[in-house]
């Protein structure tokens, strides 16, 4: 069995970073009636996509596409026309693998698009898919299955890359999660708060940390020798004396390393997961998350300020963010 | 119902910590088949309900493409017509189904350069069905 889920994940490896096929053209340029017809579904009333006028007189100098429609363009439709392709369709091969191991459902989790203009009415479009990933088996409260992300680069007439989008999707077994019955979306909105975090081991060489934690306060373990240490450990690396005592940290620190979880997506967390190793101005180290930031705008040594959050009933865990939002509402 | 809005927020006249007025998007049968076939999307889940049902799910539901657009009217109706859009990057929780209400809720988290990012969340009766963030460009300088 274990062989056979090597095969299978090996296969499912081979199908990443290709291209899905072809570059999928516009079946229409970008057009007003469209435009109308989804301001309308959305209600938005934002005259620069409807009145000529108005627009003429805007930024844009003239009718632009809301940029949300961005994927509209390139929808297949309902009758899509038959082309030849040039290219071998590896979308539909890892489909038709999935689907043939069982992961026969699916649901769009994630959708991130970035935009380096406004598309005009005339605007013809095409799009290249590369299948960037496809995630080992995962457990989630949907069902098991596999996370496949998608990159898309949206070009013009000209050749000119106007957009790019993530697109991820989860193919999952129906029926294998833990909120099987209920639907898809609501089986993975549901996860992050169904599933507990994963709790530390409290030793007696650390329990100091958590209860100060629980008190409002960052501890950091202080050697006889004077030395401050982090993490806790029953022994000082220097002098190897067992005596120790703690000293209350200031909170404030400068970020010295860090990273940006993406995948896996592990319940209850949130992604992109920023994680730091945060120089504490007493000179230890600790890694915790960093909220209140995008996670490209991070730098090496951006001054940061702890907080103390309690993350569940009874569970406080220590985070930063940038100190500049000190004492913002 | 919105009211078109005519003028633009100026960079200089957002803070980080602003909240977006907040918008209520009724989730009618009517608003998810719209905005399915507005974005193309034939996917029977967004407009049959029998078949909906047959796939476990309890009814039509919206579709993420839509999602994308109430994103983006949430966030230009608060900036104004010369915003301009540079990012949106949403994941979807809860399904939106005929019968609930979307609350749209956001703020701004960060400002620089021009540019202002948004974090934003869509909830309804099960939870949350979109958190998010936009990144938008407004004009510099005061109205």
């Known amino acids: 069995m274990a062989d056979d889920s090597e095969a299978f994940q090996a296969r499912l490896a081979e199908l990443a970073g290709k291209p899905s096929g072809d570059p999928e053209r516009a079946r229409d340029p970008v057009n007003p009636a469209m435009i109308r017809h989804w301001c309308d579904a959305i209600d938005d009333r934002n005259p620069v996509y409807t009145d000529p006028e108005f627009a003429a007189h805007s930024v844009h100098g003239g009718l632009v596409a809301p940029p ?43 959708c991130q698009q970035e935009y380096r203009r406004y598309l005009r009415p005339g605007d013809d479009l095409s799009v290249e898919t590369t299948i960037e990933s496809i995630s080992p088996e995962k457990r989630t409260a949907l069902g098991v299955g596999h996370f496949v992300t998608q990159r898309m680069s949206y070009r013009d007439q000209r050749g000119e890359e106007v957009a790019t989008m993530l697109f991820r999707i989860l193919k999952f077994k129906p029926g294998t999660g833990r909120a099987a019955a209920a639907s898809p979306e609501a089986a993975v909105a549901a996860s992050p708060r169904a599933v507990r975090r994963p709790r530390p081991a409290i030793t007696r060489d650390n329990a100091f940390f958590w209860e100060g934690l629980a008190e409002g306060k960052l501890l950091i373990q202080r050697c006889r020798c004077g030395r401050l240490r982090h993490p806790p450990g029953p022994a000082c690396p220097h002098c190897h004396s067992l005596h120790w005592d703690t000293e209350v940290a200031s909170g404030r620190g400068r970020v010295y390393s860090w990273v940006v979880a993406h995948h896996p997506a592990i319940p209850p967390f949130e992604y992109p997961n920023p994680i730091a190793l945060v120089e504490l101005e007493e000179g230890t180290r600790i890694v915790a998350n960093l909220v209140g930031v995008a996670p490209d705008a991070i730098r090496e040594g951006m001054p940061v300020v702890c907080e103390i959050a309690e993350v569940e009933p009874g569970f406080h865990v220590p985070r930063f963010r940038p100190a500049r939002e000190q004492g913002r509402p | 119902m919105s009211a078109a809005r005519t003028t633009t927020l100026r960079f200089d006249a957002v803070s980080v910590g ?64 010369d915003a301009m859009l540079h990012k949106i990057e949403i994941r979807l929780g809860a399904p939106n189904y005929p019968g609930d209400t979307m609350r749209m809720s956001g703020r701004v988290v960060e400002k620089r350069d021009g540019r202002v990012r948004v974090e934003l969340e869509g909830s309804n009766s099960l939870g949350n069905h979109v958190v998010g963030s936009v990144e938008l460009w407004l004009p510099e300088g005061r109205a």
């Open chain 1, 68 to 110: 949300a429609m961005l994927q509209v363009w390139t929808m297949r439709g309902l009758r899509p026309p038959a082309r030849p392709q040039q290219r071998p369709d590896v979308q539909g091969q890892l489909m038709r693998l999935l689907d043939g191991a069982g992961f026969t459902s699916v649901v769009a989790t994630d």
């Open chain 2, 18 to 81: 602003d909240e977006l007025p907040s918008l209520e998007v009724p989730i009618t049968a009517t608003a998810i088949v719209a905005g399915a076939l507005a974005t193309r999307d034939f996917q029977d889940v967004h407009h049959d309900r029998d078949l909906a049902i047959a796939r476990g799910s309890k009814d039509i539901f919206m579709n993420i493409l839509t999602t994308n657009g109430y994103v983006g009217r949430f966030v230009s109706d608060w900036a104004g017509p």
